[in-house]
């Protein structure tokens, strides 16, 4: 399968600070997903990129699609404890129906 | 609010028993998926379905088989369940293609 490469795999931050993390594949996507699963959780959609460049916030997250198309990146802005999670990006390529394929996540800890 | 519900949120089985995972979505969604998630290594797909009576293998499909009777339930099956499906399983729905997934809480299966 598609393999997506999420960078970094984890992060231990002081509450306030920002964070940044991408995604990377070898492949051309013409969608990217952002999702952060919670502990005991499954994982709920934040972010979703449909064109190269696009640039979208929710909140404190602001996700870019790449302009390359084999990249996405995540930044959340003055962290709170509650943005303990994992984050995994999603990326489709328009020639496999719906199928969207998966990076390893991101594991973020935040510190009071 | 909208819901993909996950019949277990644990479950522990014997090596060799047949396991059923059920799946049950409120939506009217289309688009069905089973991913397992194990540390390291993200979601990974391991069947899914268009329509009702229709399945695609995704990448992992060995040991694992699928059935979709009606629309809103997809259920995973795992013919002889071994210690290395020990894991979590997530279920999905997405209403078509480009639209992100809504995941269910998982399951946890432990397989001894």
């Known amino acids: 399968g598609q393999q997506l490469n999420q960078s970094p795999q984890s992060m231990f931050i002081q509450e306030g600070e920002d964070v940044s993390m991408n995604c990377t594949s070898s492949?051309?996507?013409?969608?990217w997903l952002w999702y952060k699963q919670d502990p005991g959780e499954g994982p709920v959609l934040l972010i979703a990129?449909?064109?190269?460049?696009e640039l979208t916030s929710n909140g404190r997250l602001t996700a870019q699609f790449g302009t390359t198309r084999k990249d996405s990146f995540l930044n959340i802005s003055a962290s709170i404890p509650s943005d303990v999670g994992i984050y995994f990006c999603?990326?489709?390529?328009?020639?496999?129906?719906?199928?969207?394929?998966f990076g390893t996540g991101t594991s973020l800890t935040v510190i009071p | 609010d909208v819901k993909v519900t996950q019949s277990s949120r644990y479950l522990v089985k014997r090596t060799g028993e047949k396991v059923f995972l059920e799946c049950v979505q409120d939506?009217?969604?289309?688009?069905m998926f089973w991913y397992r998630q194990d540390p390291g290594l993200g979601l990974r797909l391991i069947y899914f379905?268009?329509?009702?009576?229709?399945?695609e293998k995704g990448d992992i499909p060995e040991g694992y088989s699928v059935s979709r009777e009606k629309k809103e339930r997809f259920s995973l099956i795992l013919e002889s369940a071994s210690t290395n499906q020990t894991s979590m399983y997530l279920c999905a729905s997405s209403y078509g293609p480009s639209y992100g997934y809504t995941f269910g809480s998982g399951t946890r299966l432990t397989v001894v």
């Open positions: 939506m009217d969604h289309e688009n």
């Open positions: 999603a990326g489709q390529r328009g020639n496999t129906g719906n199928q969207f394929y």
């Open positions: 990129l449909y064109k190269a460049g």
């Open positions: 492949s051309i996507f013409n969608t």
């Open positions: 379905s268009y329509d009702v009576k229709m399945k």
